[in-house]
């Protein structure tokens, strides 16, 4: 079992940044890929960014440039640093880890971009 929490949310002026964490805790394996979705109201999940255990990063069209994703595997944790914000930004994030073909999802984290 995997447990994921994330943090960091909030409400931000556009052109403004927030830093969203994710810990991990349970049975991580040493090889795992973490990655953001996000949710907006009335539209689907939608992939946002991705980085693997060796650090190769993938990142949406929609947020390259602005969006940076890491980890810290001693820590378990994975960090999406968002600046330069727009209102279309706006959705609940949420967490996601996979390894040896098992998905875990994080119960999310708002985010709110006013314009």
């Known amino acids: 079992q995997v447990q994921l929490v994330e943090s960091g949310g909030g409400l931000v002026q556009a052109g403004g940044s927030l830093r969203l964490s994710c810990a991990a805790s349970?049975?991580?394996?040493?090889?795992?890929?973490r990655g953001w979705y996000r949710q907006a109201p009335g539209n689907q999940r939608e992939f946002v960014a991705r980085?693997?255990?060796?650090?190769?990063?993938i990142l949406d069209a929609s947020v390259k440039g602005r969006f940076t994703i890491s980890r810290d595997n001693a820590k378990n944790t994975v960090y999406l640093q968002m600046n330069s914000l727009k209102p279309e930004d706006t959705a609940v994030y949420s967490c996601?880890?996979?390894?040896?073909?098992?998905?875990?999802w994080g119960p999310g984290t708002q985010v709110t971009v006013s314009s």
């Open positions: 349970g049975s991580i394996a040493s090889i795992n890929d």
């Open positions: 996601h880890l996979t390894q040896m073909g098992s998905d875990s």
């Open positions: 980085v693997t255990s060796s650090g190769t990063t």
